[in-house]
């Protein structure tokens, strides 16, 4: 295995490599993308286009992952360009290999649901109270189950509502349980030094990151790793990732893993992210003195997000007013208000969010106190009428109003984004809690 120092000193790893390659060519005749060239383009300067004038194979970045892999601390890590996506449809076809039935929560991302249509697995629902299920649901589901051999579980929310990952972690090594983990809104929680967050170091044997969303790659960097527990092997995965991968991987978006991760390891990038981690802790401390006027959801034990909620206005209000005064933010739905912090937000980012809080405390006091969000709204137990596959593959099927189809089959999915949980999946007969929550005009194909 090759020194960190060739990694971290001067440039990246892969920056190298394509910068090395052949330069003495006078002439290149062989695809234009990959000759450094972009013709006309009113967007793109050849200095972005001249990183992908090699092509590589995937075996030419083993070393690169290698390094990677010795930073997280795991048996083995792969640099994905499809995003957390192509991830768990790989961990899914691993998953398909040796299991039937997999246990899911219904917090689970659509594109587990992809993977099992894929695949030709069979979800189990989770039985919990809300859409992300605690430890004490989790097993006792896989108790009464009892045919259950893996689970996929989506950790943490993406809200930020963590479970006892260690407690379950051991249960299913003990149950003998395959336990892969989608930590794609998790990505940040190895770098926070907080115990009992990030799946990497509990007993776990695969975990998918996003490096987008809180590390600061490009949209498409991910990663997949297999933690020193695993009992998933190299060759599987190997075998598994040509499914779900270009021929030709985007140069460019790995010299963005190489480098998001290099500066996420760097102790400044450390040092910003714990800075953010306090600053967030004050403006709880700050939102502790308003009650329920206006405050945050303390099952959300992500140390960067805060969910604001108030009993005097709903979650599309308050998002209404923050933005009025200049605060984006993640989303909002009638429940509450998501912020994402990390390390681009500086002091004085907290200190303008702590006084415009101030005023949206003001402004929805004097508004009426009125019933907080049941978040039991988003919660069902799935009536699975067949596989995921045998419903999305159905050659008799038909469009219908979803007002007019209570007790047919679907034959597709709809989704809620954010964030992005399927409301309806294949194989799942429509009910009312669906007529409910679906706009009752809405075109699904159902098994005829």
Not at 214 to 234: D, K, N
Request: hydrophobic share 40%; charged share 25%; aromatic share 10%.
């Amino acid at each position: 295995m090759e020194s960190a120092a060739k990694y971290m000193n001067g440039k990246l790893s892969t920056y190298k490599m394509i910068a090395s390659h052949q330069v003495e060519m006078k002439v290149r005749l062989h695809t234009p993308a990959h000759q450094g060239v972009r013709g006309v383009s009113e967007y793109f300067d050849d200095y972005i286009y001249a990183y992908d004038l090699p092509f590589f194979n995937r075996d030419k970045f083993d070393s690169i992952e290698r390094y990677i892999s010795e930073l997280y601390q795991t048996k083995r890590t792969f640099c994905l360009t499809g995003g957390a996506t192509q991830g768990i449809l790989i961990a899914c076809s691993i998953l398909a290999r040796r299991h039937k039935k997999v246990a899911i929560s219904l917090n689970s991302h659509l594109s587990i649901i992809h993977g099992f249509i894929l695949s030709g697995l069979e979800p189990f629902f989770i039985p919990s109270r809300s859409l992300m299920p605690t430890d004490v649901e989790i097993i006792q589901a896989l108790e009464m189950a009892g045919d259950i051999t893996a689970i996929f579980l989506t950790h943490p929310s993406y809200d930020g509502i963590t479970t006892n990952i260690r407690k379950i972690g051991k249960y299913c090594r003990y149950k003998n349980i395959e336990l892969m983990i989608d930590e794609a809104h998790g990505t940040h929680f190895p770098f926070l030094g907080q115990e009992n967050l990030s799946a990497l170091a509990e007993e776990s044997d695969l975990v998918v990151h996003s490096l987008h969303k809180f590390v600061g790659g490009l949209v498409q960097t991910a990663l997949l790793h297999l933690p020193e527990t695993s009992r998933i092997t190299e060759e599987e995965v190997i075998a598994t990732l040509s499914l779900f991968e270009t021929t030709s991987r985007s140069n460019l978006l790995l010299l963005s893993i190489e480098e998001a991760i290099e500066l996420a390891f760097g102790n400044e990038r450390k040092s910003l992210l714990q800075k953010a981690t306090c600053n967030c802790h004050e403006l709880r401390c700050l939102l502790d003195n308003w009650g329920n006027t206006l405050t945050y959801d303390s099952l959300v034990r992500d140390p960067l997000k805060l969910f604001l909620y108030s009993d005097h206005a709903t979650g599309e209000e308050i998002g209404e007013l923050l933005f009025e005064r200049g605060v984006d933010y993640e989303y909002s739905d009638n429940r509450g208000v998501l912020l994402i912090f990390s390390f681009p937000n500086t002091d004085s980012d907290f200190i303008y969010v702590a006084n415009v809080l101030e005023e949206v405390y003001k402004i929805i006091a004097a508004k009426e106190k009125g019933n907080l969000f049941d978040d039991r709204l988003l919660v069902r137990t799935p009536v699975m009428r067949c596989l995921p596959r045998e419903a999305f593959f159905a050659q008799k099927r038909k469009s219908v109003y979803i007002g007019e189809a209570k007790g047919l089959v679907s034959c597709n999915s709809i989704k809620k984004i954010p964030p992005c949980v399927p409301v309806l999946i294949p194989g799942e007969e429509i009910t009312d809690w669906h007529l409910q929550r679906i706009t009752l005009d809405t075109l699904v194909e159902v098994i005829m």
